[in-house]
């Protein structure tokens, strides 16, 4: 018998950016977005279009760059945010709006101050308003997990009736237990008179550590939309997700009743690009991309997979990408082949002068490092590409001596605002010296939150990537750098924070979402 296709709904961009000092520039999410088109991901809800203009800039960036999936934005209830996300969506070759308001008793009171019948009227309205100016309507019951059932049934009804053709359950809290949450989506999806003609989504979130078993839950009772992220990425901590999603309905064929034409070979790529633009590092034991995630240390399990890989493995590691990075590039490859391996790691280079420059960085890297691996070339694009908004400050040149028994040592020179300066500083360690003759010059008034250094590939020489994440007046960003020089990795670190505060990328969204 035919399986039922599962839809998969990546909110990385939108959902994923809400993690603090998540935030990620327009080029970033179109970077992303592309890898999730290659990928195969059918929606990609590409941000929150009134947010700021940086949202709506991004969302429209997407829409335009996308031709493969539905390019989805959020919008509230309101005429102004569904009027705003059908104008970033115009260039979309396939859109959605997606719209929610709260659904639950203390939702309603506490956060909207509204009455039930307000809120009806509201959701009503804007399926209505939303199906004016585009054909694919999604309506959320924002923290429907702890919604009166009744309650529920009635509001879907409606919007239903008015024009949405997906409604999402979202457990915006984290509250759902698998067995009662997937017993509410069918009870939901057998009550309601007109839900055949719907598609019945849900998002979960990870507070008690059961997004993936409640979406899977919910599968089983009739869900055909899942709302994931790349690395389990979102707001507290964070979204089902969408690999461990992906291999459990492919790995679980037996079980679930559904299909997923999602590309998992390109799982691995994107969860190391993703984790690279917001500065996340995936935890090794993480399941599908985390680094142990197909590592036997048991010489018992040694053992049995040697003699037969089934006896402790249930998935193929080379289905999600894994040993896929094969020495592709070395210092006598040339312009064509180099081109040649961007495109099929889905990066695109917008003239002659970008391909010129990334060229040139890849060259001075190779000279240092004699293998390049694809994540090396993820990296390096990432300090190459054009960036939105102009650099105010940008490194020269560093000078570190750390000898035991003296106090390490820092002399260095930026570029900040087009002029070159230079300051010295001592502190406890190389990187704090560097750090601090950094602040000597750019005087930012930051706090530092976090320092992360990660060996990009395996080997003594291998490039460092640093995450720096900077707090200032609230708002907070995260820098990346690469380098084999690890201290010179963590200046170009905390000069991309700074960069980001200077330009005012994070946005204030005005109200987190489902």
Not at 40 to 64: H, K, L, N, Y
Not at 190 to 213: E, Q, R, T, Y
Not at 322 to 348: C, D, P, Q, Y
Not at 356 to 365: G, P, S, V
């Amino acid at each position: 018998m035919a399986k039922d296709r599962l839809i998969i709904f990546d909110t990385t961009l939108r959902d994923g950016e809400q993690s603090p000092g998540a935030s990620m520039t327009r080029d970033e999410k179109v970077r992303i977005a592309k890898m999730l088109e290659k990928m195969g991901v059918d929606v990609i809800e590409a941000g929150f279009a009134i947010a700021s203009v940086g949202d709506f800039e991004s969302v429209r960036a997407v829409a335009a760059a996308i031709k493969g999936s539905t390019v989805c934005s959020l919008a509230r209830t309101g005429a102004e945010d569904i009027d705003r996300a059908a104008e970033a969506l115009r260039p979309a070759e396939s859109g959605r709006i997606h719209t929610f308001i709260a659904t639950s008793p203390i939702h309603m009171e506490y956060k909207l101050r509204m009455s039930p019948d307000n809120v009806v009227e509201r959701a009503v309205a804007a399926v209505k308003h939303a199906r004016n100016l585009i054909g694919d309507v999604e309506f959320s019951c924002e923290d429907a997990s702890r919604s009166e059932y009744e309650f529920l049934c009635r509001i879907i009804e409606q919007v239903i009736d008015a024009g949405a053709r997906t409604i999402n359950l979202p457990d915006t809290v984290g509250y759902g237990e698998p067995g009662e949450y997937g017993a509410m989506v069918g009870r939901l999806m057998n009550s309601i008179p007109n839900a055949d003609k719907a598609i019945f989504s849900v998002h979960c979130h990870n507070d008690l550590g059961l997004a993936v078993a409640n979406t899977l839950s919910a599968v089983m009772n009739g869900a055909r939309q899942v709302e994931c992220t790349i690395n389990g990425l979102g707001e507290r901590a964070g979204n089902a997700s969408l690999e461990e999603l992906v291999m459990a309905v492919r790995t679980r064929s037996d079980i679930f009743p559904v299909e997923v034409s999602v590309d998992a070979t390109q799982i691995l790529a994107t969860s190391r690009l993703v984790s690279s633009i917001t500065g996340f590092v995936v935890q090794p034991n993480k399941a599908i991309v985390g680094a142990n995630a197909f590592a036997h240390e048991s010489g018992i399990h040694q053992d049995g997979v040697l003699k037969h890989r089934e006896t402790y493995e249930i998935m193929r590691a080379e289905d999600v990408g894994w040993n896929a990075n094969k020495l592709v590039l070395g210092k006598h490859s040339g312009r064509a082949a180099f081109k040649a391996r961007l495109e099929e790691l889905g990066i695109t280079l917008d003239n002659q002068a970008a391909l010129n420059l990334a060229f040139t960085r890849f060259k001075e890297l190779a000279d240092k490092k004699h293998e390049i691996f694809d994540e090396d070339l993820q990296a390096l694009m990432s300090d190459v590409q054009p960036a939105e908004f102009t650099s105010r400050y940008s490194f020269v040149s560093l000078e570190a001596l750390s000898r035991t028994g003296s106090n390490p040592h820092a002399d260095i020179q930026l570029r900040i605002d087009g002029d070159t300066q230079q300051a010295s500083a001592e502190g406890d360690g190389p990187v704090d010296a560097a750090f601090k003759a950094l602040e000597v010059l750019v005087n930012s008034g930051a706090n530092l939150l976090l320092y992360s250094v990660n060996a990009i590939t395996s080997g003594t020489d291998s490039q460092g990537e640093v995450q720096v994440r900077l707090e200032k007046d609230g708002t907070i960003v995260n820098g990346n750098g690469a380098d084999t020089d690890i201290i010179v990795a963590s200046v170009k670190a905390y000069l991309d924070a700074l960069n980001l505060l200077d330009a005012g990328v994070l946005k204030a969204h005005p109200q987190r979402g489902v």
